[in-house]
């Protein structure tokens, strides 16, 4: 274990993850959307290195600075039963030394492998909560930390999605990173989800050059990203001041929507890169709303900021189904191949 002090009278940090991560070109995803080949590059924060990866490594690494400054035996925290959060937290743990209890949304049985196979290969114990909101789940998690407290631990809860002031001084340093290695970037797409992300990268890089696409995680996202926004700035961060795309989130923060399908699928077909389908699929779907729309437009560079979430696929049915059904041909599987464009332009 390494930690680091600020010198600012900050918790340490506690380092979990390999930094910096890459920033790669996507070129043939960029054409496809309409946008120039040097337009378009991915930001890989799915390679942070922990418990499979993904962004909320770098929230961890503050909030569990300051859980091991407070001599926590035991971190609780909240999430769905796919949450990246719970299983990066119980990553964490594994990686500290220390016990992982996860409050999660709904009833056993409810969900299945996907991150919670991996929540139990890392030893978390789950608490399952039924069907409540975040507000009474949050209570729930704090009644559970409170009984902890009476059996002679030392509980640190950390926030929904790993999102506070303190959590999103994370992806502060991943702001300063994508301007020491790309400083030209236009706008940086990302899936806003419980608004630390998006946060962090608004006080780096500026509200202008962050576009945010909600995926349905919180009532009112704008106003979560102003107030942590602020939080971190120490001057007020105006909701309207955002860019956010509200358009992505169909009937639901779990629902599959055809725009995202679409997503996962190009992602897929033209960088060979694995989108899920509840951050990062919508982040790209809400991309591609907006090169669509004209808000990102060629001869600027984009970056798209890959925040992980893989394990989350294999717990989503009706995407792997949809998936899955790509294999289903009948008769003969090469009756109806043909070469890509792409290859045959290559021989000519």
Known sequence: MVTTSTGDGQPSRTLLGSWPTPLEPMPRLARALGLRDDDLWVKR???????????????LEWTCGAALSDGATVLVTTGAPQSNHARLTAAAGARLGLDVVLVLA????????????????????????????????????????????????VPALIPFGGSSVLGARGYVECGQELLTQGADLATVVVALGSGGTMAGLVAALGPERVLGVDVGAVAD????VSHLVSGLSGTHCPPESLRIRLD?????????????????????????????????????????????????????????????GLPGLFGHRPAIERAAAELAVDGDPLSTWE????????RK
């Not at 929540?119 to 902890?148: C, M, N, P, Q, Y």
Request: glycine share 18%; charged share 20%.
């Open 339 to 346: 070469p890509s464009q792409e290859v045959t332009d290559r």
């Open 221 to 224: 996202p704008g106003r979560v």
């Open 45 to 59: 924060d799915d390679l942070t290195g922990l418990g499979g990866g993904g962004n909320k490594v770098r929230k």
């Open 106 to 153: 709904g009833e056993p049985g409810s969900s299945e492998s996907g991150n919670l196979t991996l929540d139990g290969l890392f030893g978390a114990r789950v608490v399952w909560a039924g069907g409540v909101g975040k507000e009474e789940l949050a209570s729930i998690a704090r009644h559970v930390a409170g009984t902890l407290k009476d059996r002679g631990a």
């Open 248 to 308: 992505q989130v169909g009937s639901g923060y779990s629902a599959l929507t055809e725009p995202v399908m679409t997503a996962l699928t190009l992602a897929a077909r033209t960088e060979g890169m694995v989108l899920d389908p509840v951050y990062t699929g919508r982040a790209m779907a809400g991309l591609a709303a907006a090169v669509e729309a004209g808000e990102i437009t060629p001869g600027r560079r984009t970056v798209f900021l890959h925040s992980g």
